[in-house]
């Protein structure tokens, strides 16, 4: 279980990293909403996770 929970976290950590590396690579610059929607798609991976069904 504490294995599963580490790739858990890492996956959310990494989404959201990627969501501005993302908009930074089509842009060529950092945009504060980027930033916060990366946390946030981040955050909600963390707090229901997979099991939550998708939208």
Do not use: T
Request: no cysteine; proline share 7%; aromatic share 14%.
């Amino acid at each position: 279980m504490k294995r599963r929970a580490a790739i858990h976290r890492l996956l959310s950590m990494a989404i959201a990293i990627a969501v501005p590396a993302v908009a930074y690579a089509v842009n060529d610059r950092f945009d504060m909403e980027f930033i916060v929607l990366g946390a946030v798609i981040g955050l909600a991976y963390w707090y229901w996770g997979p099991s939550w069904p998708p939208l």
